[in-house]
């Protein structure tokens, strides 16, 4: 007969008090497993497979995403590994610079999550367009860009950047369901990046009648010249960048906004946040945003300086209530950046590029979940 891991570890307290107090004795409920004496190893316990609801769950792995390529983590390592569903509450990605064995001590090299895109969908249903960057997901309240550099064995230094995403709503997942990352290196830099996957979940105990499912996806400007006297210039969004692709009316929550800055001079492929990725006189001055529906609704009637829309401090514009977009309908970002003065020398000179995210959910019935 099983019993759970409570009901051993009360029979241990329950003996151990008997040997002390005859009254105790008789009332201690007699052990239905032998136990010996001091804490069991936790392998020795039965009932290990119980699953509690709400218990909380971590999943984790890592991949590799090569120059170019395209890298996935070990599906079984992300998978819902017990019989119970469960629900994702947030996603966190951590990348980092694999250093090659080659470089120099004293060298460094990092990357930002703009400079990898994921893909994500949960069995058959998608739930994040391709190459999406893994920092317009959340807010700067879930970006943790300036961290210490971690030095390896070898002595070279690391910098990794965590990008979390708490979801609005929690994703149900069905035993053996897994929600499938596949990451893209996006060519912000020329060396592989690592990128660890966490999915921070809690067990539930059946499945909704309906479920919301989150869609994101962006828009990924051109890059805009950041040299002394560059000319002015502009770009707009792609009709299938910001769209709802699905039959059904796609409810946004948030639209982010983030800017890398990829230097010219060597190192600088793709600087940290505070030091060089986000030039505030680009932000404040340089760049503007208008956005439009393909309704002819204006969204962002006045063109307005990026920073305006998405401040530094936050990089996103959350959006209450139910700002809905019926299917095939889309957003068009329009933008404007204005001529560098030839008498501006920035401390560093590159490319600036853009990063509009749309974050939002569609409701799904109970068949049509994996």
Request: hydrophobic share 40%; aromatic share 8%.
């Amino acid at each position: 007969m099983k019993i759970t891991r409570r009901a051993a570890i009360g029979s241990l307290v329950a003996a151990s008090c008997a040997r002390s107090n005859v009254a105790l004795e008789e009332a201690a409920p007699k052990p239905e497993v032998a136990v010996d004496e001091g804490l069991p190893e936790l392998a020795q316990l039965p009932g290990d497979d119980a699953v509690n609801i709400g218990d909380p769950l971590v999943l984790y792995s890592r991949a590799v995403v090569g120059p170019s390529g395209t890298g996935a983590p070990e599906a079984a390592a992300l998978m819902n590994p017990h019989g119970e569903p469960m629900e994702i509450l947030e996603v966190r990605f951590r990348v980092q610079p694999q250093v090659p064995s080659t470089a120099q001590a004293d060298d460094y090299k990092d990357v930002l999550g703009m400079g990898i895109g994921v893909k994500m969908d949960l069995g058959n249903v998608p739930v994040v367009n391709g190459d999406t960057p893994l920092s317009v997901f959340g807010t700067m309240r879930d970006t943790y860009e300036v961290t210490p550099p971690q030095s390896e064995t070898t002595g070279r230094l690391v910098f990794p950047f965590t990008y979390g995403w708490r979801l609005q709503h929690p994703l149900f997942v069905s035993p053996g369901g897994l929600l499938r990352p596949t990451f893209s290196h996006l060519g912000q830099n020329s060396y592989p990046v690592i990128v660890d996957t966490a999915y921070f979940c809690r067990r539930v105990e059946s499945k909704p009648d309906r479920v919301k499912v989150p869609w994101v996806s962006r828009f990924l400007s051109k890059s805009f010249d950041f040299v002394e006297g560059a000319v002015a210039n502009s770009d707009r969004s792609a009709t299938l960048d910001l769209v709802n692709p699905f039959p059904i009316p796609l409810t946004i929550s948030r639209l982010s906004g983030r800017l890398s800055f990829l230097g010219n001079t060597a190192g600088a492929e793709a600087q940290t946040a505070f030091a060089y990725e986000e030039p505030s006189v680009f932000r404040q001055n340089l760049m503007t945003v208008r956005i439009r529906s393909s309704r002819g609704m204006d969204v962002v009637r006045t063109a307005a300086p990026f920073d305006g829309l998405f401040p530094f401090n936050w990089r996103a514009w959350d959006i209450p209530g139910s700002w809905q977009l019926r299917p095939a309908e889309f957003y068009s970002v329009y933008l404007n950046t204005a001529a560098v003065p030839g008498t501006f020398v920035p401390e560093m000179t590159g490319r600036v590029q853009a990063s509009i995210g749309m974050i939002g959910h569609r409701e799904l019935s109970r068949s049509e979940m994996p």
